[in-house]
């Protein structure tokens, strides 16, 4: 290998060697990452700690949504339903 081959060859390693991030890169990069995370699962636990506490003033407070409304029954369904014996 002559000497200007040798000279390439170690700046190509040099160069390969520069594009490999550091495992401190890494490790930074997930340290942040799990930060990141911890503040968001934060914020959630306390928007879902006020939507709960919303859920139970409506409740006590007689506001909740019901699954529907209950209509009235006229007296033509009323004598179908015992007809039908479905009471």
Known sequence: MTEEEQVAAEAKLDEQKENI????????????A???????????????????????????????????????ETPEEYADKVMRNDL
């Open 34 to 72: 799990a930060m990141r995370m911890e503040e968001a699962v934060a914020a959630m636990k306390t928007q879902n700690d006020r939507t709960e506490a919303l859920r139970v003033q409506d409740t006590l407070g007689g506001k909740a949504d019901a699954t529907g409304e209950k209509q009235k």
């Open 21 to 32: 991030p550091a495992p401190e890169d890494n490790i930074t990069k997930a340290n942040a």
